[in-house]
Structure formats: C-alpha cells, structure tokens
C-alpha cells in the first residue's frame, strides 16, 4: 500500500460526459503528480501540483483541469469526453522534496468512455 | 524536453536467467534515472533508482548502470523469478525549473518457469 489513494477505482461513461478523478495524497506529501497510461503507452505526465499551486504541465488536454485543495488532496476534471479519452489514470505524490525522490503511485482509475 | 526511450518492448526469460532492459535519454542536463516495477493491476513501485554521480548501483538481485556519456542506462535483473514478472519503467528527470519525470514506454518482462 502506497499511502495515495484514488477513487474511483473504475469508471464507465459516454462521450461527451464529463468525470471527475480524486487523489488523496500520502499523508504529510505536498507534491501531486497525475499521469495517463493508455493501451499499450508508458505514463504521460500530465500535471503536477505543490502545496495547491500548478506547478508544471505535460501534455494535457485543454479539455482536462485540475486542482489541488488546502487538505492537499487533488481532482482530475475531464470533459467533453472521446472515446481516446479511455486508459488509466494515475495520481502520484512525493514528499517535501518537490523535484527528486520516490514518486509515490495510488492504483489508478481505470476510465472507459462508450 | 526530455525524451526516454526503452527497449525491448516485451521480454521472455527462463526462470534463473538474468534479464537487461536499456534505455535512452535525450537531456544532458538530467540527473536522476529511477525505474519502476508495475504488477497487473497497481501503480508503478520504485525498486531502484541512480544519480548521475555513480556509474552503478546495486540491491541484492537488481542493479542500475549509467553512462552518462552515450546518455543510456540499463537496469539488470538477476537469478530472476516469477515474481519479477511486471511491467518495466524506466525514467529520467527533464531539464527546467520543475523537473518532473519522463517515462519510457514500458518493458514487459515475463519469466517462465
């Protein structure tokens, strides 16, 4: 058990929809990192937030928003949703050291979009 | 930005045997090149990690070698077992004032019994 905890673990909806991923960090951890592991696809970085401010960007969508709260947890919203929008999606956090050190990963939410 | 590549894709090997997943980046100015062990159904696991002042590190049956020079590093696995059966990342940290990972595509190792 990493210590990040994601829900939901599964998610099933249409194109169009709009979800939205939640990530509780590891207790004390201010970093938040969120990824995109598609089919067959290593992990795409998608945005990194510290102790609630953006912090840097990879490829996300503009479609795509995040969030980190004052508790520290974190919300992924995506919307407008295609059918490429399918894969897993991973949060991960890391401690006070906001650029080096273990990289802490929750299970992931698994999105299918229909 | 940075980019990693990792090679083979998909890995088979005899349990016992050892097994060597290779990558690549493009930074010169990254530093740090962890690798991650993903098992069906969880989130990447750090196993090992190397900073570019160490040519090698090792823990008991894994070990990371870095050439800072032709920028590659190589993770090798050991008298593997079952259990070392997974999916492989390996990453480097990108260049900039907010230096998150870039992640190879991924190496699927399987170890036969």
């Known amino acids: 058990d990493s210590g990040v905890t994601q829900t939901p673990k599964h998610l099933i909806t249409a194109t169009g929809q709009r979800v939205t991923l939640r990530c509780s960090p590891r207790s004390g951890d201010l970093s938040v990192y969120w990824y995109q592991q598609s089919l067959d696809q290593g992990l795409q970085f998608l945005i990194q937030?510290?102790?609630?401010?953006?912090?840097a960007k990879g490829n996300i969508l503009e479609r795509f928003s995040a969030q980190q709260f004052p508790d520290l947890h974190s919300e992924l919203n995506l919307s407008s949703l295609e059918l490429g929008d399918s894969a897993l999606y991973f949060c991960a956090s890391r401690g006070r050291q906001e650029n080096t050190g273990e990289l802490f990963f929750g299970e992931g939410s698994r999105l299918t979009v229909l | 930005g940075e980019n990693v590549e990792q090679h083979p894709s998909t890995l088979s090997v005899q349990e016992g045997d050892s097994a060597v997943i290779k990558c690549t980046y493009s930074?010169?100015?990254?530093?740090?090149f962890p690798w991650y062990k993903q098992e069906l159904g969880k989130g990447p696991q750090l196993i090992i990690d190397?900073?570019?002042?160490?040519g090698e590190k090792k823990d008991q049956r894994i070990a990371v070698t870095l050439n800072k020079t032709a920028k590659h590093f190589s993770l090798h696995i050991t008298e593997t077992q079952p259990e070392d059966s997974a999916v492989y990342f390996c990453?480097?940290?990108?260049?900039?004032?907010?230096?998150?990972?870039?992640f190879g595509s991924g190496t699927q190792l399987t170890v036969l019994p």
């Open positions: 990453a480097a940290t990108s260049s900039g004032s907010a230096r998150q990972l870039t």
């Open positions: 930074d010169s100015a990254s530093n740090y």
């Open positions: 190397i900073r570019s002042n160490v």
């Open positions: 937030y510290y102790n609630g401010e953006e912090r």
